[in-house]
């Protein structure tokens, strides 16, 4: 993370905070989350190097940017084409050639390359969308924000075992902009 110059993905106002643990706007009404919770996000994948990761939500690209710091490869989905682009340009810029972004309703996960390593959903969910945890590889983690409202929230890992069994943990209470999605997940 200390790689990552954050303030790269953030409004020009907003650079002076950049590096205090708060989320900031990244407009068309979204938000970048706390450094903290990227980093607790990002430590419940336990990334390897080796690792494939899928990201949902890629707003100003920053925690694709620290999951490329941590990983092989990097395909995040963004449902707001203004803010992916933005993201994609940026990402570029700074010379993160292995993130891919797509805007498309990421709860449909980006099917072209699964399996996934590793899926980090940054938006919440009501369900945890089935195109998801389809796409996780034998020995994945899903790393999702999951309840209704603002203050249900509960940062969930799932996990697929090498036999394919699905499971689920409950971790930190969690604050997420909604995953919005044509799909009944
Ligand atoms: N990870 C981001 C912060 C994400 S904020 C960062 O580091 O900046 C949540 C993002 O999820 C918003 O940009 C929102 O537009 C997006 N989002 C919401 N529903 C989505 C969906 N179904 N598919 C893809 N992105 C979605």
Redesign the pocket.
Known sequence: MARVPRHE?VPRWDQPYSYENRPLS?G?G????QPYI?AAMTQMLRPRKDMRVL??????????A?LAECVAEVWT????PE?AEA?AARLEQLGYSNVHVKA????LGWPEHAPYDGILV??AAGNIPAALVDQLAPGGRMVIPVGVGRYEQVLTLVTRNEDGEISEERGLPVA??????GKKG
């Open positions: 993905f990244i068309q979204q938000t970048i989350s990227v990201e949902v939500g890629t707003g100003c690209g920053y925690q694709a620290v989905v963004e449902r707001i803010l993201a498309a309703d990421g709860a940054t938006a997420f902009v909604p995953l919005i999605t």
